[in-house]
């Protein structure tokens, strides 16, 4: 579950902006900066730290922004801006067939199998599933601010857009490896 902690800068961020966006912005970026940092200096190589990466930029541009224009319009779309961000993010990573997912699983699997089709294949795979409900989930949250949904749906809409993924992933990485235990190919 690795990969679930570059998603506590999120998370605050949520929690936090009910106090104020920029507030809320400002923790995503120090928190941000401090699991950077502690990954790095326990070596922890940069391909595993993209989605961190990414996530301090956001919030850095986020955070300059929120404080020079407190009152902007955009306060009202910034859970809808997180999760295109996000999506724009893993699809990215795909386009260039380097899965923000590759840099994570490597801390798990040995090495041997690191650059093999199927495990290049396998994360593939889940780095589409998170780059998919990130995208799904924006365009949900952007539907729940255009219809001025309540604040109780609009939280449900980010919650499944982190669960579902997270459930897959799991659900997926048990399965492969039954069929590597089985002496089977991991992937079809």
Not at 5 to 17: D, L, Q, T, Y
Request: proline residues 4%; glycine residues 6%.
């Amino acid at each position: 579950m690795n990969y679930l902690r570059g998603f506590i800068p999120w998370i605050a961020f949520a929690v936090i902006s009910t106090v104020g966006w920029q507030w809320g912005a400002l923790a995503g970026l120090l928190i941000g900066l401090q699991l950077l940092i502690k990954d790095r200096r326990s070596g922890v190589a940069l391909d595993a730290l993209i989605l961190e990466a990414s996530t301090i930029a956001y919030f850095a541009a986020l955070t300059a922004f929120a404080f020079a224009a407190p009152h902007s319009p955009v306060e009202h779309y910034v859970g809808a801006l997180s999760f295109t961000w996000l999506a724009a993010t893993a699809w990215s990573t795909l386009a260039v067939r380097r899965p923000f997912t590759l840099g994570i699983a490597r801390r798990s699997t040995p090495q041997e199998l690191w650059h093999t089709p199927q495990f290049l294949r396998i994360n593939t795979v889940i780095t589409t599933v998170w780059a998919t409900s990130f995208a799904l989930t924006a365009a949900a949250i952007a539907a729940c601010d255009a219809t001025h949904t309540s604040a109780l749906a609009t939280t449900a809409c980010q919650v499944v857009g982190f669960l579902a993924p997270a459930a897959f992933t799991n659900r997926y990485r048990a399965i492969i490896q039954a069929r590597l235990a089985s002496g089977g190919q991991p992937t079809r």
